[in-house]
């Protein structure tokens, strides 16, 4: 297999797979099982591409880490996912070399024979949690995904997200299953995506809200170019100033909602429908079942899921599946919304919704308030306890306004219910590796202030 060339050319991941069929003799040689997950902790695109190919053409599980993990945490997470093969790149002949053999605490479920994906939610409320993705649930998302963004052989995805988050790896499993091509990216950095958008026929391109504020500061108000025809927004809320802004010089935007257990996307909203709104996701995708629990348009509910691209369960040491789901198939997530005319729109995480003087606020919606405010760029709400209110709204905002003038602004614009008692600026938002605001560590600077 010729090594990806370091001006990161474009590849066919199907062209990657049959290639990689040569190394399965030496996969053997290795003492790797047919059972076994073939792990990867690299962020070199060069190294987890032929890794996920290697682990396509055997037909096993392919589980990708950050490359930052280390120590306890890397043992624990390899430990608790059965049998697994860490691998990396030998230098100068680019084939795969043994790192450490994890043995099985107990025998794979035989259900679970179909496993081909195991990777870790971000754990933006606590430890993160494995989940388990057959091939026939890839293929179902994979398929649906591509129909609903017309993607299709000839076609070229800029893939610039983390791949071992979902809306990265992602993007391989969609070029595989639909015949296009993939530029992959070591990483965000919005000059090298920008030359690379001008420098290849990129039709597709996957970025969370943060990444496409930066890289429309880096396109100084440039049109993106014309073969460019769907960009995927995901992770994250996206505020209207920010869509407008790359409405108006001609981003073609597709705001999804989406989420690792699901495959990555569940909704999309292409702008070919109702006028977009902040948290509008568009309608489900095909095959996707979304009902909410308990909820309507004034009072939101937890958003339910069923489909054929649901994870077959969280992970656990016999890959056993089920774990996670509910009765007659449906999974409960962790957040809320509401239907619209059958259009999905997404609120945020039940379990971010603060309690403020008996009162339930949701952060989304004071988020969406306080980003209308022309100098705040980036904002996140959170509560922080407080014997008199219980919790105590506070904002963390990036931008140029000043805390007491932005507070003056809320009690002119905000319901006193909603608005925020405490400001906190800050030169930018910490974030999780799937570029998701890391709102723990928010709010522990919150409380510090």
Same mark, same amino acid.
């Given at each position: 297999?010729?090594?990806?060339?370091?001006?990161?050319?474009?590849?066919?991941?199907?062209?990657?797979?049959?290639?990689?069929?040569? #190394?399965?003799?030496?996969?053997?040689?290795?003492?790797?099982?047919?059972?076994?997950?073939?792990?990867?902790?690299?962020?070199?695109?060069?190294?987890?591409?032929?890794?996920?190919?290697?682990?396509?053409?055997?037909?096993?599980?392919?589980?990708?880490?950050?490359?930052?993990?280390?120590?306890?945490?890397?043992?624990?997470?390899?430990?608790?996912?059965?049998?697994?093969?860490?691998?990396?790149?030998?230098?100068?002949?680019?084939?795969?070399? %043994?790192?450490?053999?994890?043995?099985?605490?107990?025998?794979?479920?035989?259900?679970?024979?179909?496993?081909?994906?195991?990777?870790?939610?971000? $754990?933006?409320?606590?430890?993160?949690?494995?989940?388990?993705?057959?091939?026939?649930?890839?293929?179902?998302?994979?398929?649906?995904?591509?129909?609903?963004?017309?993607?299709?052989?000839? =076609?070229? #995805? %800029?893939?610039?997200?983390?791949?071992?988050?979902?809306?990265?790896?992602?993007?391989?499993?969609?070029?595989?299953?639909?015949?296009?091509?993939?530029?992959?990216?070591?990483?965000?950095?919005? &000059?090298?995506?920008?030359?690379?958008?001008?420098?290849?026929?990129?039709?597709?391109? /996957?970025?969370?809200?943060?990444?496409?504020?930066?890289?429309?500061?880096?396109? &100084?108000?440039?049109?993106?170019?014309?073969?460019?025809?769907?960009?995927?927004? $995901?992770?994250?809320?996206?505020?209207?100033?920010?869509?407008?802004?790359?409405?108006?010089?001609?981003?073609?935007?597709?705001?999804?909602?989406?989420?690792?257990?699901?495959?990555?996307?569940?909704?999309?909203?292409?702008?070919?429908?109702?006028?977009?709104?902040?948290?509008?996701?568009?309608?489900?995708?095909?095959?996707?079942?979304?009902?909410?629990?308990?909820?309507?348009?004034?009072?939101?509910?937890?958003?339910?899921?069923?489909?054929?691209? %649901?994870?077959?369960?969280?992970?656990?040491?016999?890959?056993?599946?089920? =774990?996670? %789901?509910?009765?007659?198939?449906?999974?409960?997530?962790?957040?809320?919304?509401?239907?619209?005319?059958?259009?999905?729109?997404?609120?945020?995480?039940?379990?971010?919704?603060?309690?403020?003087?008996?009162?339930?606020?949701?952060?989304? *919606?004071?988020?969406?308030?306080?980003?209308?405010?022309?100098?705040?760029?980036?904002?996140?709400?959170?509560?922080?306890?407080?014997?008199?209110?219980?919790?105590?709204?506070?904002?963390?905002?990036?931008?140029?306004?000043?805390? =007491?003038? *932005?507070?003056? #602004?809320?009690?002119?614009?905000? /319901? /006193?219910?909603?608005?925020?008692?405490?400001?906190?600026? *800050?030169?930018?938002?910490?974030?999780?590796?799937?570029?998701?605001?890391?709102?723990?560590?928010?709010?522990?600077?919150?409380?510090?202030?």
């Amino acid at each position: 297999m010729q090594p990806l060339q370091s001006e990161f050319r474009p590849f066919h991941p199907r062209q990657q797979v049959r290639e990689a069929r040569a #190394w399965l003799p030496l996969l053997r040689g290795l003492g790797v099982s047919g059972a076994a997950a073939l792990a990867v902790r690299s962020g070199d695109p060069g190294c987890w591409v032929r890794i996920w190919a290697l682990a396509r053409a055997a037909g096993q599980p392919f589980m990708p880490l950050a490359p930052d993990l280390r120590g306890a945490r890397l043992n624990a997470l390899l430990e608790g996912a059965g049998e697994v093969a860490l691998l990396e790149l030998g230098r100068g002949a680019h084939t795969p070399r %043994l790192r450490r053999l994890y043995p099985p605490r107990q025998p794979p479920d035989p259900a679970a024979a179909d496993l081909r994906l195991i990777l870790h939610t971000s $754990g933006s409320e606590g430890a993160p949690r494995g989940v388990m993705h057959t091939g026939r649930a890839l293929d179902a998302a994979s398929a649906a995904a591509c129909r609903r963004l017309g993607f299709a052989a000839g =076609d070229l #995805w %800029l893939a610039c997200l983390a791949p071992w988050h979902i809306g990265g790896i992602a993007i391989l499993e969609r070029a595989r299953h639909c015949g296009g091509r993939v530029l992959a990216l070591p990483g965000f950095d919005a &000059a090298r995506v920008w030359r690379a958008l001008r420098r290849h026929p990129v039709s597709h391109l /996957s970025l969370v809200p943060a990444m496409l504020g930066r890289l429309l500061d880096e396109a &100084a108000g440039c049109r993106p170019p014309s073969s460019l025809r769907r960009v995927l927004i $995901g992770g994250g809320a996206l505020s209207r100033p920010l869509y407008e802004r790359a409405s108006a010089q001609g981003w073609p935007l597709c705001v999804s909602y989406g989420l690792s257990e699901a495959g990555s996307q569940v909704a999309t909203d292409c702008g070919d429908g109702a006028p977009w709104r902040p948290g509008a996701a568009g309608l489900p995708l095909e095959g996707v079942e979304v009902a909410i629990e308990a909820g309507d348009v004034d009072t939101p509910g937890r958003i339910l899921l069923r489909g054929p691209m %649901l994870m077959s369960g969280y992970l656990n040491p016999a890959r056993r599946p089920g =774990d996670g %789901l509910a009765g007659e198939g449906w999974f409960r997530s962790g957040d809320l919304g509401y239907l619209e005319q059958g259009r999905l729109h997404v609120l945020g995480r039940g379990d971010d919704v603060i309690v403020s003087a008996g009162v339930n606020v949701h952060p989304a *919606l004071v988020e969406r308030a306080l980003q209308r405010h022309p100098g705040v760029r980036e904002a996140v709400v959170v509560g922080v306890a407080d014997p008199l209110y219980g919790e105590r709204i506070t904002a963390l905002v990036v931008g140029r306004v000043e805390p =007491d003038a *932005l507070l003056a #602004w809320c009690r002119e614009h905000i /319901s /006193s219910a909603e608005r925020p008692r405490r400001v906190v600026s *800050l030169d930018a938002l910490p974030r999780l590796g799937n570029g998701k605001p890391d709102r723990m560590r928010l709010r522990r600077l919150a409380g510090q202030a």
